[in-house]
């Protein structure tokens, strides 16, 4: 497996070796880092960050990551300073930001802008989010936080809270995390719940629970990935705040979960976790953040082929 | 005094041992800058600015600093591209920032905010800025304008001149000002003057004098230090019209001043100084501009903990 | 010639000796950074870039070309985000920023921005674009995509092909061109043909053919340089969709063309080059995009006198 040179699109394109040899680096970038203070890999070269849509987490964290790299940093943060007011084709722009950079990292509103400037140009692209469509270093950090935690993916149980159908980062998650020995809870409203393919998919690999039943689920768990709920996808007003409240996690649920259940969130988030939960054992959604750091300097580094 | 990790959310939390301490440090590392073109004291440092409001000065002053000191920035310069649009609240916010960084500066509308984010998060936070509250660094880098250009503090005759009721960052000055053996002239229209109980406060420890009259304050005066008045302030244009045509700092004036008069302004200012003023030796302002430089290198380095 | 210091305002600042010194600078850091992967000439150094225009391609282009030369970069890319909504004045914002920076790259909608600017501070200012008036780096690094390709300038054909009426930097662009020993093709549309003061300017120097006929033209051309025509300069919008339709550069238009024809562009483009010609020979605009960041960086280099 060649890494030099090579996108980051999407997780599927990723084995399980590849994923695991990315957690490997990440970890062994972070324990590099904290011994020496900085580190010198990417010395000379320089991430283009093109964010299209903005996202302050994505793109701090990128950025951090490079000049954790000692490597440097230019870009835009949103569309409206660029020349796609006029009227330049999105290949163009990435094609020229390519003549000034060694690596793109992009961020676009529509499905597929990363494939496509993966496709026109040499350099890597790390695909940062193509609308609702993949967002790979969000699945990568996700795995490297729960193995960084338990030392392992495998054995674990693990519950995805929310909106299933429409969330499609949780749909990476899941396929990524069926490449592990996991048993899988699907939690959600009747009207949220996975897509039947994804979880006829899912079962051919793991086990798979699907409820309605948060409390009752809860025990089980090891990990629970909590995701929003946004109150669009429902008809009536009074549907969702009926689920609103039944999803919530706070610390009246958690007295009914293992004393070693994490907690994780890809953030932001509302109101699906409550405050009081922050300063517990089970909060693990700031350390989750924190990955992202060793995650992104290990395909920033591989990418680019210096590490 | 520990300073490593320290915040810096208002000179009220400074001791004047403090602040003289912030002072000589500040000096030591412009010289050592001037120096060797370069430092490295905070290599693999990252300083992530949060502008949640616009402020070229304070933000670019900033930055300028850390790169100084050796060290990388991220950040963003307006909420328009951050999550808060989606409803994180402002502690989930710093709190991810955090992981991405190693001392956070901050300027935001709300009063308070500084002091908030100070108190979720472990690393050190600078305020640069909360709504009309408080601007620390704002403070130390005029006192740090004074004792370059005079050698010292003690011993003059300062006066602030414009609106010193609502300006609270005038506020903070008269009070770092009255913790040294000065004389203060407080100088503003009758509807702009400085609340009683701060006037008390200066009056229990260094000679203050009230006026309305600036030509006849101007003679004693070793520092005018210069204030923006908003036209807002006043329920009646003319009564705007009379001050601001009476307030306006320009050659005429100045043919009133002590030779060695120096002229301050926190910037960005309209019409309270003349450009005419800019050429002569009464001109302090963009040298105090200057000054913002070494005072932030002084205060992301102590609060690192690398100097 | 004194280099360090020096502000870059206008092509017609620099005599031809300049220019071949630039260029030859310019060459000279393209193969030393090819070789050593980085440099460190701007160690310590920070660039300024104020963009009161958005320009993606000119900013990343000189923050990329400041990180190669191993400095720093702060700025602004919109003037949104800065004082000038406090009603500052352009000079009072360009000499705070000098206090913070060592060297000034400026974009500003309003003609003379740039000569204003350098005339207020001290350390250098580049132009990157004053309204529709210059923008030199665009044009030297015009002449450097030609050298770098045909080995000279001397000896070529050069057609310019679009908006030649209002379009200034192709004016500034044929000025620098006649310095060399080149025969100019001025290819527009009878309406938007090149004043007539400057083409008089241009024949006392070299031949000049002017036409309507991008067709006839072609066959005789070295370098066809092509600029985007503008649908608002026409009263009629049937004249507009004639000529855009005739001044399209595609595959059927080259089939007559040179073997060698490059053709140049200086981005954006529209529809004025298809994209099927991407892949040929013939496209040279996007290594003239990565042209701009030697010649950018022998100019930061020169003016902050580090090389």
Redesign the interface.
């Given at each position: 497996m060649e890494w030099k040179g090579r996108d980051v699109i999407s997780v599927r394109d990723f084995s399980k070796g590849d994923i695991e040899f990315v957690l490997k680096v990440a970890e062994r970038l972070e324990g590099e880092?904290k011994e020496?203070?900085?580190?010198n890999y990417a010395?000379?070269?320089?991430l283009?960050t093109l964010?299209f849509e903005?996202?302050?987490?994505t793109r701090?964290?990128f950025?951090?990551a490079m000049?954790?790299l000692g490597g440097?940093?230019?870009?835009?943060?949103?569309a409206?300073?660029?020349?796609v007011?006029?009227?330049?084709?999105l290949?163009?722009?990435v094609?020229?930001?390519?003549?000034?950079?060694d690596v793109i990292v992009i961020r676009h509103p529509m499905e597929g802008a990363a494939r496509l400037a993966a496709e026109v140009t040499e350099i890597p692209v790390i695909n940062a989010g193509d609308g609702s469509n993949q967002h790979p270093t969000q699945t990568l950090l996700d795995l490297y936080t729960i193995k960084r935690t338990f030392g392992r993916i495998d054995g674990l149980s693990i519950g995805l809270l929310g909106d299933l159908k429409y969330g499609r980062t949780v749909h990476s998650l899941a396929q990524a995390l069926a490449l592990y020995d996991v048993e899988l809870h699907l939690i959600s409203p009747e009207l949220l719940r996975m897509p039947g393919h994804i979880v006829e998919e899912l079962r051919d690999r793991v086990p798979v629970h699907e409820t309605t039943d948060l409390e009752g689920a809860v025990p089980e768990l090891d990990v629970l990935y909590v995701t929003r709920i946004q109150r669009e996808r429902f008809p009536d007003e009074q549907e969702y705040l009926k689920v609103k409240g039944s999803y919530q996690v706070n610390l009246r649920l958690l007295r009914k979960a293992k004393e070693n259940l994490k907690v994780m969130h890809p953030?932001?988030?509302?109101d699906e976790i409550h405050?009081e939960v922050d300063g517990t054992e089970h909060a693990l959604y700031?350390r989750q953040?924190?990955s992202?750091?060793p995650v992104r300097m290990a395909l920033l580094g591989l990418t680019l082929g210096v590490i």
């Open positions: 880092l020496k203070g900085s580190l010395a000379g070269k320089i283009a964010f903005p996202s302050t987490r701090l964290s950025e951090s000049h954790c440097s940093v230019i870009g835009f943060s949103s409206a300073s660029t020349s007011r006029k009227g330049e084709s290949a163009d722009t094609r020229t930001v390519e003549q000034y950079s953030l932001p988030r509302v405050p700031f953040v924190f992202g750091v």
